[in-house]
């Protein structure tokens, strides 16, 4: 029985129209959708038990031995330093045009900058590329050779705590934010780095409605 999903309209809805109404449960279940990781943040927007009890460097190490491959070695300490910029929805078209700024800027020059597709790729376009297959295996070989790993938020950057130890996450923010408030680092930027005492973090100025997704020199100057 019962009464399945009771959404927030349907609860809170009366009450904002002035209707007093009063819901009564003998028994309720209660979820947090796909929030659930908060659950085991502190408060300096670190995963717990990734910090604490260092589950997050176990997790990686369980995953490249289930996986049958070797666990990733350090990250360089001398160039060159491989870097990759992963492709990302929010900022579309920009991403190509800024890793060849970045690939022909002259204090760059110790950097191999790829970028990388982690979906595959669909219809005409559908190939055996190492880089954009859908293969998650694959994807982890990619991500144990390398040294810097820029993103943007979101599921883009959610395989930073399988990167080498050492390993450099540039967190590039969300584009095109309203004000700015919105150019600090925030949840989504900082708590898995911050779960993971084996990387360094690096946080990019987010960008307003009128400047430029990317600005190089700020950039160049982070790496």
Known sequence: GGLGA???STAFGPLQEGVSEVFRFE???VGVGTNAQKLDMNGNYSL???RDLDACRRFRQATFRNLGLPQPPPARTKPPWRAIVVQNKRYKRDTKAFVQELQNHPDLKDFEFRLIDW???HGEKKQRDSLQNGDFRDHM???SETDVHISGSGTGQMYQPFLPDGAVHLALGMAKTGDADGRRPAYMEE?????AP??????????L???????????AKLL
Request: aromatic share 14%; proline share 7%; hydrophobic share 40%.
């Open 48 to 50: 717990g038990a990734c």
């Open 119 to 121: 979906s595959p790729l």
């Open 27 to 29: 028994e309720a279940v």
């Open 198 to 207: 084996y990387l360094r973090a690096l946080y990019y100025r987010r960008p």
């Open 191 to 195: 708590y898995m780095a911050e779960g």
């Open 209 to 219: 409605k009128f400047e430029p997704n990317f600005h190089i020199k700020t950039i």
């Open 6 to 8: 009771l959404n927030l």
């Open 141 to 143: 070989h990619i991500i």
